[in-house]
């Protein structure tokens, strides 16, 4: 791909997300994402009308006559974008791959946090961690995050979620808003999990295909998987092969929600054959119920 086909697929996404972040996004983001807190800006002369609670008495003391605190919110957020690029992200049967949603999704996380004069990171990882994009603000930025996410090619194939979660644990130091973006085949990531959710507010975005749900009766299918490369044939108009199908994805989604629900991780399942735009805007609303 050269230049100028790789600025034309930037832009195409860029149009496409600014115009949903534009429409009906950015206000569901700025409602749930306000700000870290209160922090402490100066002391002031007491006047007529304020809280007491406020009154500073050591700089009163020192001065003869009552100051209070003057206190801000902290507005400035820092979003980072943690997301699986294994080969099972290059899997999909309907409205693109795994990977094309998962970008489209971060463009409209990171265009909202733009919006929002917030800072952007992100960490693409595999089986080691491929790159690390530290957080900054601007439009520049965030289309170099964008350009990344689109044309990067990932060394390793295969998953290692616990890898991904402590390094953004390590380099991110200060709490942010952190979006793990994976379809979660991996297991033992329990402990980090529990770790970064304490430090962050950890929110994972499940990515799921339909197939992955039932197995369609096709007749003999030929599976590949994505990161060992084995293969193995399914004979899938058999019922009792569908009904085990079904079973597993069952049983591994049952153990994932209680896995996030035990860390008090919120869970955005989004069908890769459908719009992202709704699970996203939805989960934004109850977040807002909570504030």
């Known amino acids: 791909m050269n230049a100028k086909e790789l600025l034309k697929k930037v832009r ?16 569901e ?4 994402f306000k700000g870290r807190g209160i922090e402490f800006a100066e002391v002031r002369e007491y006047q007529y009308g304020d809280d007491i609670r406020l009154i500073d008495w050591n700089v009163s003391a020192r001065f003869g006559r009552p100051y209070i605190k003057v206190f801000e919110e902290e507005r400035e957020l820092t979003v ?7 080969g099972s992200s290059q899997y999909g049967t309907r409205n693109g791959l795994k990977r094309d949603i998962a970008v489209e999704i971060c463009a409209c996380l990171a265009f909202s946090a733009m919006k929002n004069n917030d ?15 530290p957080p900054k603000k601007g ?3 965030i289309l170099r995050i964008l350009r ?22 390590k380099v991110i130091k200060k709490r942010s808003i952190s979006f793990f973006i994976s379809d979660f085949y991996d297991n033992n990531f329990e402990d980090p999990l529990k770790l970064v959710s304490k430090k962050h507010d950890l929110i994972a975005v499940h990515l799921v295909d339909p197939t992955e749900k039932e197995l369609p009766p096709l007749g003999l299918i030929k599976f590949v998987d994505a990161e060992t490369g084995e293969n193995i044939w399914v004979d899938s108009t058999s019922d009792i092969v569908r009904k085990k199908y079904s079973e597993f994805w069952i049983n591994n989604k049952q153990k994932l ?15 890769i054959d459908k719009s992202y735009l709704n699970p ?12």
């Open 148 to 169: 990344e996410l689109l044309f990067f090619e990932p060394v390793g194939k295969k998953t290692n979620l616990r890898l991904g979660l402590e390094y953004l644990n």
């Open 119 to 133: 800072k952007v990171g992100a960490i693409l990882f595999t089986d080691r961690i491929e790159k690390f994009i």
């Open 12 to 27: 195409l996404v860029e149009l496409r997300t600014k115009g949903f972040v534009n429409e009906i996004f950015s206000g």
């Open 29 to 32: 983001y700025h409602s749930v």
């Open 257 to 271: 929600d209680k896995l996030f629900l035990k860390s008090k991780v919120d869970k955005i399942e989004i069908n």
């Open 80 to 86: 980072m974008l943690l997301v699986d690029f294994s």
């Open 280 to 291: 996203l805007i939805d989960f934004f609303k109850r977040r807002s119920k909570r504030y």
């Open 139 to 141: 439009k520049s930025h």
